[in-house]
Each structure stands twice: as C-alpha cells, then as structure tokens.
C-alpha cells in the first residue's frame, strides 16, 4: 500500500469520529504499524539516495508520513481516553 494511500485511508478512519467501526484502536494501530515501516522505508532510501531532487521529494515524504504518525497517536491516545 503507497504511502499517499496509507495517509489518506488514516484521514478517514481519524475524521469519522463518530462511526465505532471506523475509529477502532486496532484499526489505527494496524495503521499506524503500516506507517511506521513506511516511514522506515524512506529513512533507509533517504540515506542512500545521491540525486538532490529525489533526495528532496523523499524528505518531504518522510515528514508527511512523519506528521501523520503524530496525529494517528495523538488520535489513538484521546480514543484510548474515552
């Protein structure tokens, strides 16, 4: 699954509130899993890429995965709260 993929399909689950089905913890943990490998990924490509462009797009890649991974805590702490 693609990281745009992973952030969008985290958007939805975090912006329903309301639904129990959508706001599942393990739901959000499995996601957050997903994006914290993801986010992996594109530390150990980061580190062995020598192009400054992809270098650039690769960093801006990681931060989104990077702040998306915030809010999905944040989100699973205040879920965990309730």
Not at 11 to 22: I, R
Not at 47 to 59: A, C, F, Y
Request: aromatic fraction near 0%; hydrophobic fraction near 30%; include cysteine.
């Amino acid at each position: 699954m693609g990281l745009n993929k992973l952030i969008k399909h985290l958007q939805e689950t975090l912006s329903d509130g309301t639904d129990k089905n959508h706001t599942s913890c393990e739901r959000i943990e499995e996601l957050l899993g997903e994006i914290e490998a993801k986010e992996k990924k594109l530390k150990h490509k980061l580190s062995e890429e020598t192009n400054t462009k992809k270098r650039k797009d690769l960093k801006l890649q990681l931060k989104i995965a990077s702040t998306q991974l915030k809010k999905g805590m944040a989100r699973l702490h205040e879920l965990e709260k309730e």
